[in-house]
């Protein structure tokens, strides 16, 4: 079931659990390995695959991301498959039909794989936001699989923007080339910024999967600090609590 609401700038936003488990073999490393310097001892490492849902007054409906897909996703080699966005969308009483922006914060395959469902949008209503530096780094499955599906669809942005009203996406790369931040209000949701609390504690920990780890970290550290200035809420994607309060 979706986790409990919460009402940002007179937009209710739902967070939605895609799935929970840990990284399968083919990626898992210890956790020493996965954020080196981040002082953690081994051991499992939980996931939460977090979508979020915003509902306006006016009816516009955005989801943040739509998590890992079914059994044949791109993410089905070390995710835990399938995803039940679909369910959780029901759930929360909305068709996906209904949704008129899908904000794609990155094309790692646990945030975008369930956008296409047997080759198709599911969100057949709906602009896919992605920035220009994502779109044009993606190659493979990814590529293959969910950008080409939804090219009509695309909306692509470079930079800050905003693509619904109140709702902002403003890059934040390193993470991969265009990864980007969603904020509404007080609220960022932060995508894969942060994918651990360690990385809370000390921005300049490392992440095992950034792309390029010394410019995330760079961007983690600016980004988070001005956040914390904002004294902002955090919607995270894998954490096991949803929002963060700074």
Aim: aromatic letters at 4%; one cysteine or more.
């Amino acid at each position: 079931m979706p986790h409990k609401p919460r009402t940002i700038s007179g937009v209710e936003v739902t967070p939605l659990c895609d799935a929970v488990g840990p990284m399968g073999p083919t990626i898992r490393r210890p956790l020493t390995e996965m954020f080196p310097g981040g002082g953690l001892a081994d051991g499992p490492w939980i996931l939460h695959f977090h979508c979020y849902l915003l509902r306006d007054p006016a009816g516009r409906v955005t989801l943040v991301d739509t998590g890992i897909g079914g059994t044949d996703s791109p993410a089905s080699s070390w995710a835990p498959v399938p995803g039940t966005l679909p369910g959780e969308l029901a759930a929360a009483g909305v068709d996906p039909a209904e949704i008129g922006t899908v904000i794609l914060t990155h094309l790692h395959s646990d945030h975008a794989s369930g956008a296409v469902v047997d080759g198709r949008p599911l969100f057949e209503n709906a602009r896919y936001v992605l920035q220009q530096a994502e779109a044009d780094a993606a190659q493979g499955a990814m590529l293959d699989q969910i950008l080409t599906p939804i090219k009509g669809q695309l909306q692509v942005v470079d930079g800050d923007a905003e693509v619904a009203p109140g709702v902002h996406v403003h890059l934040a790369a390193g993470h991969t080339p265009g990864h980007q931040i969603v904020r509404l209000g007080e609220l960022a949701m932060t995508g894969d910024l942060v994918l651990h609390p360690a990385q809370l504690a000390d921005p300049s920990v490392h992440y095992l999967y950034d792309d390029d780890p010394v410019k995330a970290a760079a961007t983690r550290a600016e980004v988070l600090g001005g956040l914390r200035a904002e004294r902002a809420v955090l919607a995270t994607a894998h954490f096991s609590d949803p929002f963060l309060e700074l």
